[in-house]
């Protein structure tokens, strides 16, 4: 039997998908009876107890290419808390829904932060993000349809169009369960699976 599991999940979203990984991901913890709290990176402060925690999950989107500054301010400045702390690490970007080569590009993205940063969390996955024209600007609209049409996805900007694996997610959730009952983890995620 695993005592009284609590986890955070620190999402960092600029038009609401990681944020909704975020809050899908707490599902299935609650219902292992898991105390699960989701929170804005930003406000990531107001968490007294977030260093205590059985594991800390942290995601982030892709925009131009990299994660946002923020993000990467997070980890280098507690970098040192993050390699005591079991932390699930998420990448949410289009290209992680792509072809083989669009996955690899997704991988390079998350890839390159980790090196950057030099840390490495112990559960890493790649996941599709979501076109969410509803909530563009009209420029970052019409940016994002031009691109849409090139990838071969969904240019109909009078709705939102969702690529997430759910699957994967409950995948990488698994395995950032495993952290946090102390076991390694169930299995390395393979990216865009
Ligand atoms: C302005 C902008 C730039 C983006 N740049 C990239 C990119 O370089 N590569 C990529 O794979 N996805 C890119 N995306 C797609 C986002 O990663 C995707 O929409 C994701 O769901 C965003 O998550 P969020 O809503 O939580 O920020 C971009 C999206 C926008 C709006």
Redesign the pocket.
Known sequence: MTSMKTIHVLFD???????RIAQRIAQPLIAKGATVRVTPLQDYEQLRDLWSADCVILGG?????YHSGPLMAFVERHRRKLEDTPVGFFS?????GGTEGDREE?MGYMERFFEELDWRPAVRSIFA????YRQ?SWV?RF??KWIAKKRGIATDTKKNHEYTDWQAVERFVESCWGLACDASPVAEIEPGI
């Open positions: 979203s600029q038009h609401g998908q990681t944020m989107s892709i925009h131009d290419g949410v970007s289009l290209s992680a997704a993000g979501a076109l969410r563009y970052t940016m994002m």
